[in-house]
């Protein structure tokens, strides 16, 4: 009984978090044609990969702390809350390792953003996607 | 005032460049802690202490070209009355994007947390487990070479750090200097999928200055000047190695790590050090247990020397000996447990009760609670 009710607190879960992922999609600039999966945005987003698979450099932008958006993206794509995540970072910052990406306060400024550079890689609600950026689907 | 004039300066330096761009981090630990009546450890006794293990720092960094970074840490320690210093201050240089290059004044690559070490918030602990962290030797003036790379789900770090060192200690409640010349430290770490693997390996010519054990040590060469200089500790050669395996599921992990020291033509016992940590991540709580071990209790060393001299030297013989030795042995077990919670992203309130255990003698058992506030910005 007690594994049964595991499996199904673990169906639940998993619903919960893929229909959570659904609703964030990583958008780049239109003109970026680099082929991207989730490995290599975690890779971005945890400042291990610095290069689009074309060659290009890349300049991932977060948003803040506190929204539901970035919550979500830290725990679908990168696996880990936005805590452990700002750990991470902590680790990297203070061994002069690393810089933890930009953040921006909103979907709005992401799409400013990355319309404007073709560097730069982010995430916003799929609801919020226009047509000066270009989804990206992490398949 | 002069500390505070040498930040600006270093922050003038950085600004010197026209397009450079200058950022300001900072972290804080603010820890307490009590002991149960008559016990102290770490430096707490049975009245509550804020100041032993709290520390304040900023780091200001700067990009002087897109390839070269500057690096200056200011750290403040509780336990030195809250004085300023600059920890670290050094250069890197992106050779590649998978090579950099760093010198200056640098934290020792010996210990899977080493360079965070003082960044309370990157950890789960209150504090990094002593028996395997505090230890004399964590920065170095000198060069750092870091190769890193990937293949598929491997990540590879390799690091090789050469220097000298120079730092003031305690052994034994006596004040002492550690000098250690031609440093060298390789290290080499893995990650693949939820797994961490480190190994490290460090030596250096090593010398103790410690004024207590002069006098016995100039008695001991009254009897033998060779015995005099096997025992102190004069440019000789020092091992460091240790490894570290750990398991990250997310929701849980385990990890452990071992460390030895070695000084073999010295009065210092050989050292090996351990924990084993566990916790589990439920939300903002991560509940954790961790088990340490400092061994440096190996049994008295050159004994076998004594036989080689005259029947009536051989009784004070041994008393130098074992006498000169004695100060640096000590055994013990640890077992902590707490938990850390993430108030924010940049807030973690941390509780942990210690009990550790003198394996020599019971006297010095010891039992703490501490408590901490880790913030960075």
């Not at chain 1, 799409?111 to 609801?127: E, Q």
């Not at chain 2, 200097?177 to 030596?203: I, M």
């Not at chain 2, 001299?309 to 030795?325: M, R, S």
């Not at chain 2, 640096?328 to 009760?353: F, H, P, Q, W």
Request: charged residues 20%.
């Amino acid at each position: 009984m007690i594994s049964k009710k595991v499996v199904f607190a673990t169906f639940v879960v998993l619903f919960a978090s893929f229909s959570l992922s659904a609703a964030t999609t990583i958008i780049v600039h239109p003109g970026n044609s680099a082929t991207l999966d989730e490995k290599t945005v975690q890779r971005i987003f945890l400042g291990k990969e610095k290069k689009f698979s074309d060659g290009s450099e890349t300049i991932p932008v977060n948003q803040s702390a506190d929204s539901t958006v970035r919550a979500d993206f830290d725990e679908n794509v990168l696996g880990r809350s936005s805590s452990q995540v700002s750990a991470y970072w902590s680790k990297l910052v203070f061994t002069g390792k690393g810089v933890p990406p930009k953040e921006v306060a909103n979907d709005a400024e992401v799409i400013d953003l990355i319309s404007k550079n073709p560097s730069a890689i982010g995430y916003v609600d799929s609801s919020s996607v226009t047509d000066a950026v270009k989804a990206v689907s992490l398949n | 005032m002069k500390k505070v004039f040498a930040l600006s300066a270093v922050a003038l330096l950085l600004s010197g460049t026209a397009n450079a761009e200058i950022r300001i981090n900072g972290f804080a630990n603010l820890v307490g802690g009590i002991t149960s009546s008559d016990d102290s450890l770490y430096g707490y006794d049975e009245d509550i202490n804020f100041s032993e293990q709290s520390l304040f720092a900023i780091q200001v960094s700067g990009d002087i070209n897109d390839r070269m970074t500057a690096t200056g840490q200011l750290v403040a320690r509780g336990s030195d009355d809250y004085n300023a210093d600059f920890e670290w201050a050094y250069l890197t240089y992106a050779a590649t994007d998978n090579v950099s290059v760093s010198a200056g004044r640098l934290r020792m690559p010996l210990f899977r947390y080493s360079a965070s070490l003082d960044v309370g918030y990157s950890y789960h602990w209150v504090v990094a487990p002593s028996s395997v962290y505090d230890v004399p030797f964590n920065n170095v003036d000198g060069v750092k070479v870091d190769y890193s790379g990937y293949s598929g789900d491997l990540e590879y770090t390799f690091q090789l750090t050469g220097g000298k060192i120079e730092n003031d200690f305690t052994l034994a409640g006596q004040s002492a200097d550690l000098e250690v010349n031609n440093v060298l430290v390789g290290t080499a770490d893995f990650t693949y999928l939820n797994w961490t693997f480190r190994v490290v390996a460090a030596r250096g010519d090593t010398s103790f200055d410690i004024p207590a054990l002069d006098p016995v040590l100039a008695q001991l060469g009254q009897i033998d000047p060779n015995l005099q200089d096997l025992l102190a500790a004069n440019d000789d050669d020092g091992l460091f190695y240790g490894v570290s395996l750990e398991y990250d599921a997310f929701d849980w992990f385990v990890s452990a790590e071992l460390t030895g020291v070695e000084i073999e033509d010295s009065f210092y016992p050989e050292e090996m050090n351990y924990y084993v940590t566990a916790g589990m991540r439920s939300g903002k709580w991560t509940p954790f247990i961790t088990y340490e071990k400092s061994d440096l209790n190996d049994g008295p060393k050159f004994l076998d020397k004594v036989a080689g001299y005259p029947a009536p030297f051989q009784g004070p013989l041994t008393q130098l000996l074992v006498g000169i030795q004695l100060p640096a042995v000590s055994e013990n077990s640890t077992t902590s447990v707490g938990v850390r919670y993430d108030y924010d992203t940049n807030i973690a309130l941390k509780m942990d009760v210690t009990k550790f255990s003198d394996d020599i003698d019971e006297g010095n058992d010891a039992s703490l609670v501490r408590f901490a506030v880790n913030y960075v910005f």
